[in-house]
């Protein structure tokens, strides 16, 4: 009731903002408790086109897949009363004026029409049921109107089949009882906009709406070419959103002064402005919402600053004030100081110092299933990618789980999964005879089942991004003819307090790993604030650099979920008194001087710094037989991939820093900034990351390819025991040398000792 009365509420100031006679949009700003500053004008030039901006952008059409709501393969369907549920949450901006469900299913041709059916329903009330009649029942299409006053934010699709193959004694579990709904079924819709008012206190609000699961796409405008200092505070709110975007992923276009037709952020530093825009005067760091003058119902976020240091005081406190923030304009007189951030302690990474309960990662809503056939438990985590469990027997979990108890022994299990690979099957009990309750541990609370399981994950199925799976499979026990009675009373949870436990594991990794800067934005993310982080920009930076760059910051956002305020932005001039950090480069061979400075340092394919590959040496084929690398077969894959591309040529190469060893380098180049901009799109693309491994990734065209060729080195630190032993295992030389000395050493001791004994008897 409560949330019906908030959208009804939106949808009246919507009404009331559109019929006002402001419509060309003049207000007046106030100052809140930041400061006394007196309140500024704001307008925007050609108020005589808004209305017609307005009718032309507040109707927006939606189609979304099953599988974008979540649906991961086909949709099955079984049992008498099979049951599958969908979610979809929606703006609080937006109200849904028309739905349609273009459902694309099959079912059984054993099913009995006047008797079987399939039930659409939108948060519990049938929208429809559908017949399954005999025919067509090899694949169908239905299209279903949803209630659009039936939406709520948070929204649940479910499908449900009734089912029945006799009309006499029926097995509810019959193979015939089935039906199966596409998951490219698609979901269309159409919404209005609602025009929110000008107030902070929305954010992040218009401009990032956590009810919605589409990527971001938020411009970021410049007045005009931002140097370093401006960037830096750009990439400091990109983070910002990034973090906020998290699994949904960002993307940030720049726009150079000009308005997007959509939400916005503009960053200025100084007086220059957009043309059409009048912003009030800017005494210092402030903060201000306005209407976007192209689109009545779009916004602009402004961050300003009379300089570039004010920017960035804007900037930290969009990123770490929100909740003090109101009005439709702010200024900041002074931020508190931001404590230092510590190695490994970020708000996106699950702590590696200590047990974590599940009760930590997930509601306890997500932890309980229901059905004889239940949907899979999916708890998400993650960790640094660098925890080193070599050897070790697993990763502890200690499991504590209940479920409705078996009325006899069966093969009901609690599977254990971690991303998607098998770990292990927990057998589910039955009801103890009188017997075994008097001589067994009592399995039985209030009805259900209380299981307790230490389960070892292996690390080499552990990753940065992980998904623990735990899927409870209750086995269907027949009675015999006409004595089946289908229940559904089957129940499995997983208690909160269940742990999972990473203290006793080192954090020690071989770089480079491109795998890990892009899926983890390692070894970058290992300060939260990315502290040890400088950006090497080239002097002239264009358009597709600044969007590399800021979408790199908001994946860096993204992993920490916390703000990098601590990066640094520099030239390739001033590299050299940024050694004791980790670089990442961006730019071309013609506007990155690095790229030439290093070239001997960047990878063995690639020659001076260029894009074109290198004959390889003796010396150097020698070189790769030792590191068992098989550089002809790199070889040739390169050159294919050159030859057989459209013309150009994007990669991302990783190596040890040439300024100090063990600091890492990744660079971002391409033959011209279309290719840089191309890879950078292929880096935020889930169905490529796997192509992203090893120290040198190009791409030419849709096609990528992964290199492992280049020296490693190793961040962290290990017991120095552990370090032994890992040495050893990785030198077979020096490991016959060491058991060649320790032979040589106890026998040298021996004989000593054998011959003190000798000298004793001759003595007596």
Known sequence: MIIKIRRAL????AVVCATSSGM??????????????APAEVTVADETTEPAKEKSNEISHYSYTLEELGAGSPIDLHTVNGRRSLKLSMRNDEVITAAKLKLTYAWSP?????LSHLKVLLNDELMSSLALPREGNNGHTSDVQLDSSMFIDFNQLTLELIAHYTRECEDPMHSTLWANVSNLSKL??????????????????????????????LPFIFPSQPNNEVLHAAGVVASWFGALSNYRGAQFPVMLNTLPEGNGVMLVAGSTVPAGLNLPVINGPSLAVIANPLNATAKLLVVMGRDAKELDIAAQALTLGTATLTGSYVSVKQMDDIPLRKPYDAPGWIPTDRAVHLAELAKQSDLQVEGLSPDMIRVNFNVPPDIFAWRSDGVPMNLHYRYTPRPVA?????????????????PLASVPSKIEKKIRLPLLEDGQAVSSEVVLIPHDNIFGQNQLQLHYFFDYTKQGYCKDVFLNNERGVIDQDSSIDFSSFPHYAALPNLAFFVNDGFPYTRMADLSETAVVMPDNAGGAEMETYLMLMGRMGRVTGYPAIRHAIITAASVDAYANMDLILIGTAGNQPLLERWASKMHPLLDKGTHNLKLPGPFERLISRWRNVDLDDAMHRAGDLITKGDGGLGALVGFESPLKNGRSVVVVTGDNPEQIANITASMANPKKLANFTGDLVMQSGQRIEGFQMGPSYYTGSLPWWTALHWFLSRQPLFLMIFIGFAALLVAVVAFRYLRKLADQRLRK
């Open 24 to 37: 060309a949009y003049a207000k007046k700003h106030h100052s809140t408790s930041r400061g006394n500053d």
């Open 410 to 426: 069966d093969r009901s299990t609690l599977n254990v999964n971690i991303n998607n690979a098998f770990i292990k099957a927990l």
């Open 110 to 114: 054993a099913l009995i029409p006047e």
């Open 10 to 13: 939106l949808v009246l100031l």
């Open 188 to 217: 269309e819709l159409t919404v209005r906009h609602l025009k929110l008012p000008d107030d902070l206190a929305l954010l992040p609000a218009p401009f990032f709406d956590r009810l919605d699961n589409r990527k971001l796409v």
